[in-house]
């Protein structure tokens, strides 16, 4: 699935560099360097429901109304593009790079927790409230803790307006275009204990959507450029963790700010 994205954007690409072939000043360029990501991602609060356990012994579950949420840290990364020259102001760029492993950190909040019918029938109602009470704990417990690593991989395709002649050395550049992000996650240790009832599942949703940057290029000689620019793109995505015994929903509606410099050849 990973590659049928990257592919799509890949084919749009292409079929733009073979519509403009006949342009006398087109011409490629190659860039590599780094980038930063500013994520700007918090979950909405979790819901479902949560085990209670004893021990290795599953109990039943409590329902989670309004619980903690998953806050995705910051992550820099090398990064790869290729842009097409269509005239002598307009390109089309291909943004990839080494996918980024994000550490995600549980951000407890006020979480609404109650016993459910199921948990309260089969123990009682003091042993599920305990229970509850204990569950509630172990998440305050494990506020602002690692729980989990997401990595992703984005690629993004611009349209590009670039200022000024092409024989200028700096030139400013405006971009707009569609950012395709898709994300693989697993919890680590501490995720792992919040559950206590096998390794939870985690499914992350694909993401399509608008991205923007702005940026300026100076130019050393006939090949050798440097770059610079800042990006951000729209990323929606549904979240969703199940263990042996529960399930939990989520959501993230976020626009990450990437920061990036790198060095590129043109031929």
């Known amino acids: 699935m990973k590659f049928v994205s990257t592919r799509a954007a890949a084919a749009a690409f292409g ?18 360097g780094g980038a930063y990501f500013d994520t700007n991602a918090t979950s909405t609060p979790l819901r479902g429901q949560l085990p209670a356990v004893n021990g290795a012994t599953y109990l039943g579950n409590i329902n989670l109304a309004h619980g903690p949420s998953l806050e995705v840290q910051n992550k820099g990364t ?8 269509l005239g002598d102001h307009w390109g089309v760029e291909l943004i ?12 407890t909040g006020s979480p609404q927790l109650s016993p459910s019918a199921g948990l309260t029938q089969a123990v009682g109602a003091a042993t599920a409230n305990a229970a509850t009470a204990l569950t509630a704990q172990k998440l305050n417990r ?18 590009n307006y670039r200022f ?3 024989s200028a050395r ?3 550049f405006v971009g707009v275009g569609l950012n395709v992000t898709r994300f693989k996650s697993s919890t680590n240790e501490a995720g792992d204990k919040v559950y206590n009832d096998g390794n939870p599942y985690i499914r992350l949703s694909d993401s399509y959507g608008p991205a923007v940057q702005a940026g300026v290029s100076y130019k050393l000689d006939a090949h050798w450029s ?29 626009t990450p700010t990437v920061w990036s410099a ?6």
Do not use: M
């Open 96 to 107: 990839l790079g080494a996918p980024p492993k994000h550490e995600v950190k549980l951000r």
């Open 15 to 32: 079929t733009l560099c073979a519509l403009s072939a006949t342009s006398a000043s087109a011409q490629y360029t190659v860039k590599l």
């Open 226 to 254: 440097l770059h610079a620019s800042v990006l951000t793109a729209r990323v929606d995505n549904k979240l969703v963790i199940e263990t042996a015994h529960s399930r939990q929903e989520a959501s993230f509606r976020f």
């Open 142 to 159: 494990n506020d602002g803790v690692v729980v989990a690593t997401v990595r992703q991989w984005a690629p993004t395709f611009f349209v």
């Open 170 to 172: 700096l030139r400013p």
């Open 262 to 267: 790198s060095v590129g050849y043109s031929f």
């Open 164 to 166: 000024f002649e092409p």
């Open 78 to 85: 090398v990064t790869l593009s290729i842009e097409r020259a």
